[in-house]
């Protein structure tokens, strides 16, 4: 068989079937055959010489490595988006609690705001009717004192107008005699 491959292009094989195509202009196969050797030896050497292989295989742990690594953070990152998540849908629950309690706190605050108002206002008032009924017990007190000076100084005006002196020498011989009997 291996003569069958080999055998010149008269015989009819398949080197006649080929042969035009290798002297086809820019298709040389010479060509190819220089890259696939000049390939392989860069292969070969970069392999063998370079430790390319070596290279190339802590390259791929590494990306491994990272791999993993990016894959657990990824997850971790999920559990955090998750429990946001959860968080947040709680928030509404919580905002409408909040919300309850705060009107609840109102309505108790403003209750109690009122009574304290009311209990002022009554103080006040009291406080109020004693200042009046002690300015009036004061007033009354100055319009006595008031009225009995203008009744005596208007009793001595009277007196001292209608008032002889032989009715003065009266009096004071009636008092000395008064107070001659006291003893």
Do not use: C
């Not at 298709?27 to 000049?38: D, G, H, S, T, Y």
């Not at 390259?59 to 491994?64: F, Y």
């Not at 108002?117 to 007033?139: C, F, M, P, V, W």
Request: aromatic residues 8%; charged residues 35%.
């Amino acid at each position: 068989m291996i003569i069958a491959i080999l055998e010149p292009a008269a015989a009819g094989g398949w080197w006649s079937r080929v042969e035009p195509y290798l002297d086809y202009p820019g298709f040389e196969v010479w060509k190819f055959f220089n890259l696939f050797l000049f390939v392989a030896l860069m292969l070969w050497l970069l392999f063998r010489k370079a430790n390319l292989g070596l290279a190339f295989a802590n390259r791929r742990e590494s990306i491994k490595t990272e791999l993993q690594k990016a894959q657990k953070e990824r997850d971790e990152a999920l559990a955090k988006l998750k429990e946001v998540e959860e968080r947040i849908s709680g928030l509404d629950d919580q905002i409408a609690t909040i919300r309850e309690s705060t009107k609840h706190e109102a309505a108790e605050e403003q209750k109690r705001i009122a009574l304290a108002t009311e209990e002022e206002i009554q103080k006040l008032t009291a406080q109020g009717q004693r200042d009046i009924e002690n300015t009036a017990r004061t007033a009354r007190k100055d319009l006595q004192r008031f009225t009995a000076e203008q009744s005596v100084r208007m009793a001595e005006e009277l007196l001292k107008r209608d008032m002889r002196p032989d009715d003065d020498a009266r009096l004071i011989a009636r008092n000395i005699e008064e107070m001659g009997a006291a003893r």
